[in-house]
C-alpha cells in the first residue's frame, strides 16, 4: 500500500518530499550508476524545485524529464519546462544534456512522437516494453487528475503507449503527457498536493471506488512505492 506523510504548510510539504527524492536519488545512483527522474509543473512543484535546487547534489548523473507539458513554447510562463527550469535547472546546473524536455512548440502529436522516441532511446527500449523511471513525481488536480490525464480521457485505459497529446477541454488546451503504463512502471511514484481545494478529490482517491477514468490518480496508489507528501489543509481528505 501507499503511504502519506501530513506536513503543516505546502513548503514544510515540499521541503520533505525534496528530502526523500533525494534519498531515493543517491539509492539509484548508487545502484545503477545514474538516475532517472520525471516531474511535473504547477505552484507547489515550484516550491520543491527551489528547496531541491538549493541543496547540494550531483545533478550530473541524474537526467530529467517531464511528465506532462502545455503546448506551448518553452519561454512560454505556462510551459512546465519554464518553470523547472527557472527553479530548479539554472539555479543547480543540471547540465543540458541531461535535460529531456517535450518540445510544446511543435504540433502536438508530433512532441509526443519525439518525446516517446526519446525516451525510447534513453531506456534503450524494445518494442512494446516500458521504460521505469526511478521516480516519477505527480501531482493531483481538485478533479483528481494526474499528468494531464483528466476524467473520462480515453487514454487513461491506455497501457502500451509511451507519450500522447491529448486536449485538455477544461483549460482549452493540447497537450503532451506520459501514459498510464509508464507511470505505473515507474520505480518509486512520489505525489505532492496541497489546498484545501484538493480535499475531495484526495478522499475520492483514497476511499472512492477503483475507477481511475474518473479519478486518474487512483492510477498506481495501491503500489507500494508509492508516496503522499500532503500539507494539513489537503490531508483532510484521508479522513472517512
Known amino acids: ?10 513548503q514544510t510539504a515540499a521541503d520533505a518530499c525534496a528530502e526523500y527524492i533525494f534519498g531515493l536519488l543517491e539509492t539509484a545512483i548508487s545502484a545503477r550508476g545514474g538516475a532517472s527522474l520525471a516531474v511535473s509543473g504547477g505552484s507547489t512543484p515550484k516550491l520543491l524545485f527551489q528547496k531541491m535546487a538549493s541543496t547540494p547534489f550531483g545533478w550530473d548523473r541524474v537526467h530529467l524529464f517531464f511528465v506532462d507539458e502545455r503546448c506551448v513554447p518553452p519561454t512560454d510562463s505556462a510551459s512546465n ?16 544534456a541531461n535535460v ?15 518525446y516517446a522516441s526519446e525516451i525510447r532511446q534513453f531506456f534503450g527500449l524494445s518494442s512494446g516494453r516500458m521504460p521505469q523511471f526511478d521516480i516519477v513525481h505527480r ?11 483528466f476524467p473520462g480521457d480515453p487514454l487513461i485505459d491506455d497501457r502500451t503507449g509511451i507519450a500522447a497529446a491529448t486536449f485538455a477541454k477544461k483549460f482549452n488546451q493540447w497537450r503532451v503527457t506520459l501514459l498510464p503504463g ?4 515507474a520505480r518509486n511514484t512520489i505525489f505532492l498536493v496541497a489546498g484545501e481545494d484538493k480535499v ?12 481511475p477514468k474518473k479519478y486518474p490518480s487512483q492510477l498506481g496508489n495501491d503500489g507500494a512505492s508509492v508516496a503522499w507528501f500532503l500539507d494539513e489543509s489537503a490531508s483532510k481528505g484521508l479522513e472517512e
Do not use: Q
Request: glycine letters at 6%; zero cysteines.
Open 81 to 96: 519546462y519554464k518553470l523547472a527550469h527557472e527553479n530548479l535547472i539554472a539555479p543547480a546546473k543540471i547540465p543540458a
Open 139 to 149: 501531482g493531483m488536480g481538485p478533479d483528481a487528475h494526474t499528468a494531464s490525464l
Open 1 to 10: 500500500m501507499s503511504f502519506h506523510r501530513v506536513r503543516p504548510d505546502p
Open 100 to 114: 529531456h524536455r517535450i518540445e510544446g512548440e511543435m504540433a502536438p502529436a508530433n512532441a509526443a512522437e519525439r
Open 200 to 211: 475531495e478529490a484526495l478522499h475520492a482517491v483514497f476511499h472512492g471506488a477503483y475507477d
Open 182 to 185: 509508464v507511470l505505473l512502471a
